[in-house]
């Protein structure tokens, strides 16, 4: 994906987006504490023939952000601006971990605005303890060094053998963690622990796939089948031998995305190769 950045207004600053590629449009929402550049090893296999609009969710990234506090229905509505304001809707839209609660926050109260859903190793509602957990999260972010905080996301991103055989893809999703601001990651914590959107998913018309790791301990497949349980007709996945970016670890499950988006039928989930293929392992001809 091009290093060119555009940006809307909000009232909280300027909504930062990159776009590559052309045809129908697909809008990536990144992960917790990360940015649209987490897209950029995947844009040539996601965007085959689409063309891909990368968002830096507020306070990340390149998005400028006031401090204030701020909620996912609050992330989700700067989707929806970005999207009016484009004027490309209605559009795919793929979000994975804090941008897969936001992607299903936004097709909830935007169902006009969304064609079809993939909500990747994610949530609508992080249970009972959400508040005071999420609340534990946000402290040690902004009081604990950010290279001290590696090794827990490391471990929960990915498994061993990912992690072993590909360590530069490692680094770059590790290298945009920590130029992430600790305000940033807090804020962005507690609203994930506020938002409880169990009661909205009726209102999601988008044809959705919600897929999840097996050995996710982040958002586990508990999560994801209760997204799929709560919209009408969703479909959900669990993919074996993978974890909290299983989007970014499989080819596999990239390439039953695609053919998702394309509504075509979807492959059953497949283990990891043994090879363990990298983000950067493009898949052109099929699974």
């Known amino acids: 994906m091009n290093d060119g950045y555009s940006y809307i207004e909000r009232p909280w600053g300027n909504l930062a987006y990159k776009t590559a590629g052309t045809g129908p449009p697909l809008v990536l929402l990144h992960s917790l504490a990360l940015s649209a550049e987490m897209w950029d090893p995947l844009a040539s296999d996601m965007g085959l023939g689409r063309r891909l609009v990368a968002v830096d969710l507020r306070g990340h990234g390149r998005s400028s952000w006031d401090g204030g506090s701020f909620s996912v229905e609050d992330m989700a509505g700067d989707v929806a601006c970005l999207v009016d304001e484009l004027g490309v809707g209605p559009v795919d839209v793929l979000g994975m971990s804090m ?10 109260a935007h169902p006009e605005s969304v064609a079809r859903l993939v909500a990747c190793d994610t949530t609508a509602w992080y249970g009972p303890a959400a508040v005071e957990a999420w609340e534990q999260r946000a402290h040690t972010a902004e009081t604990t060094p950010r290279e001290m905080q590696v090794s827990f996301q490391t471990d929960r991103w990915f498994g061993d053998p990912f992690r072993r055989h590909h360590p530069a893809s490692v680094s770059a999703l590790v290298g ?6 600790p305000s940033t990651h807090a804020a962005a914590c507690r609203a ?11 209102r999601v018309t988008a044809p ?8 996710d301990s982040a958002t586990p497949p508990s999560m994801g089948a209760a997204i ?33 988006l394309s509504g075509d039928t979807v492959p059953a989930p497949t283990p990891p190769a043994s090879c363990c293929a990298s983000p950067h392992d493009i898949m052109r001809s099929g699974a």
């Open 99 to 108: 941008g897969g609660t936001v992607a299903v926050a936004l097709a909830a």
């Open 176 to 181: 945009i963690f920590l130029r992430t601001a």
């Open 192 to 202: 994930l622990g506020a938002y409880d959107g169990r009661s909205t998913l009726e």
């Open 208 to 215: 959705t796939l919600a897929v999840t790791g097996e050995d």
């Open 228 to 260: 799929a349980a709560g919209i009408s007709g969703a479909t959900h996945q669990v993919w074996p031998g993978l974890r909290h970016f299983a989007v970014v670890e499989s080819p596999a499950l990239r390439y039953a995305i695609r053919l998702f």
